[in-house]
């Protein structure tokens, strides 16, 4: 069977913000999770910062994206940016 990378179901995507579009090809991107406490049941907001590549540089600092899981690129980047859902029109 054809594997397709365009749809490739087996792999995690997320949703957040790029918060640093600093380095050339990657793009550090925020997801921010929310969980409710075991014992008191307040809603409590987790981060987390993935570096993510972006091939062609498209997404910037402030841009929603979505961003999907992929083999390791470096020794940080296991994300890639598949779309920018939202352009951070600043600046």
Same mark, same amino acid.
Request: zero cysteines; a positive charge; hydrophobic letters at 30%.
């Given at each position: 069977m054809k594997s397709n990378k365009?749809?490739?179901p087996g792999r995690k995507k997320l949703?957040?913000?790029v918060i640093?579009?600093?380095m050339d090809k990657t793009r550090v991107v925020q997801v921010?999770?929310?969980? *409710?406490?075991?014992?008191y049941g307040?809603?409590?907001r987790r981060n987390k910062k993935y570096y993510a590549h972006d091939e062609q540089?498209?997404?910037?600092a402030g841009d929603t994206v979505v961003i999907e899981e992929s083999r390791p690129l470096s020794k940080?980047? *296991?994300w890639r940016v598949l779309q920018v859902k939202v352009k951070n029109d600043k600046g």
């Open positions: 365009n749809n490739s949703t957040g913000t640093s579009d600093k921010q999770r929310m969980l *409710r406490h075991n014992i307040k809603v409590i540089n498209v997404s910037a940080l980047k *296991r």
